[in-house]
């Protein structure tokens, strides 16, 4: 549940950082905008004016469309607009520059910016800290300083960018408190499934000890038959669902990893990987390994031993006749890979990543004939998982290779 909860708080703090840079980013962009067709406007009135910037009475006879962009113009704005403009002649060599409007760009400049302008594709545009227009009816180019505009603008985005952050923290902070009482459902919810499985499985286990007992009085009174061999085979296959089940609970209660050693991984592979050679041989099939050695890592030894089996089990449950089996194991600077690949028929309709569910079987006509109780796979994540890893299940066109990862820089813990 801790990690549900993590997870949960993640979530929403990337949810509330992803609106607010969204509407950050829309902001900007209104404000951008409307800086450049409000500075557009500006200097395709200068244009229309001469060069200069109407007074008041020619703003006055403007169309009401050229007066909504120009909205914020009063008796001082014609003295406030800082403009220059440079004129061109035919061979587009500068002919005269007006730069009366202007302190900070003197005559030279503004020749030397007016023909680097000149060589843009784009008539209208932003030049540094000015808005420019070329114009071809007058063959001139006309610079708005905006310095000021794109300052504030700037001063703007930064305020909206601090509180935006500000409010994402605040929601994070608020949401981390919220998300006890949240998720105490759910973790409530939990703990009374897992309390089910294991009193359920410890009540199951007196009834299936009696029908046990009773089928080998029967066996020894009237000698073996098949309907005892039977009532046998199902129970032992019951108390062996039991007992995954309860091994799984018991996984699923911790969070972390206890009793850690360090665990030779190469001879445990060859060890386990041993018991089940007779039963490829049975089936025909191939066995190769591609072990590296000394692989040494910190870990469960009783756990990882069972990760191996589940994995080396479930391919000599499924593999083809006459196939292959392949366990390959290579240590790099974090993680430790194991693979195991037996050939079989691939279903592409199957979802494979599924196959670590708990009773998940992709083809249920197949359990009579191969045993199990769909649990091992799910006990095999888990315990990858506890081990800082993970496992997937790769179909490939011959077959079906299960790899793990495991880390290399697991440390003790506490048992919680």
């Not at 962009?69 to 005269?96: G, H, I, P, Q």
């Not at 409010?167 to 998720?183: E, G, P, Q």
């Not at 194991?338 to 979802?351: A, K, Q, R």
Request: charged fraction near 25%.
């Amino acid at each position: 549940m801790k990690k549900l909860r993590r997870k949960i708080i993640l979530g929403v703090f990337l949810s509330a950082l992803a609106v607010f840079a969204l509407t950050v980013v829309i902001i900007g962009f209104a404000l951008s905008t409307q800086l450049s067709n409000r500075s557009d406007s500006m200097t395709e009135l200068i244009n229309k004016s001469g060069g200069e910037f109407p007074e008041k009475q020619e703003y006055d006879l403007l169309n009401e469309e050229d007066q909504i962009r120009l909205y914020s113009y009063d008796e001082e704005s014609r003295f406030r607009l800082r403009y220059f403009v440079v004129y061109f002649d035919d061979d587009f060599s500068v002919a005269s520059v007006k730069t009366e409007h202007i302190a900070a760009v003197d005559e030279e400049a503004a020749g030397n910016m007016a023909v680097n302008v000149l060589f843009l594709s784009d008539r209208i545009g932003n030049y540094g800290d000015y808005r420019y227009r070329y114009s071809t009816d007058t063959n001139s180019v006309i610079f708005l300083d905006i310095s000021d505009d794109l300052e504030g603008i700037q001063l703007i985005m930064l305020f909206i960018m601090t509180v935006a952050f500000a409010f994402v923290i605040l929601i994070t902070v608020v949401f981390y408190f919220l998300s006890k009482r949240i998720v105490k459902p759910f973790e409530e919810n939990s703990r009374m499934q897992k309390q089910f499985i294991t009193d359920a499985s410890h009540e199951l286990k007196t009834p299936l000890a009696i029908i046990s007992a009773n089928a080998e009085v029967l066996a020894y009174k009237d000698g073996e038959n098949e309907w005892i061999s039977n009532i046998t085979a199902q129970v032992e296959r019951i108390g062996g669902l039991i007992n995954e089940l309860l091994a799984l609970n018991r996984l699923e209660e911790v969070d972390t990893v206890v009793d850690i050693e360090p665990v030779d991984l190469s001879s445990l592979v060859y060890t386990v990987s041993a018991d089940f050679e007779q039963v490829f041989k049975g089936a025909g099939a191939s066995v190769h390994y591609d072990v590296q050695p000394d692989v040494v890592i910190n870990g469960n030894r009783g756990q990882l031993e069972r990760l191996i089996s589940v994995l080396v089990e479930n391919a000599s449950k499924y593999i083809s006749e006459g196939g292959e089996f392949r366990i390959s194991l290579k240590k790099e600077s974090r993680h430790t890979t194991l693979s195991v690949f037996n050939t079989c028929e691939i279903d592409p309709s199957v979802e494979y990543k599924h196959l670590f569910d708990r009773f998940y079987r992709p083809d249920s006509s197949r359990t009579s004939k191969t045993g199990g109780h769909g649990i091992g796979l799910s006990i095999a994540k888990r315990i990858a998982v506890l081990h800082n890893g993970s496992i997937t299940a790769v179909p490939q066109a011959d077959g079906l290779a299960f790899n793990v990862r495991l880390s290399n820089r697991l440390k003790a813990h506490k048992k919680k």
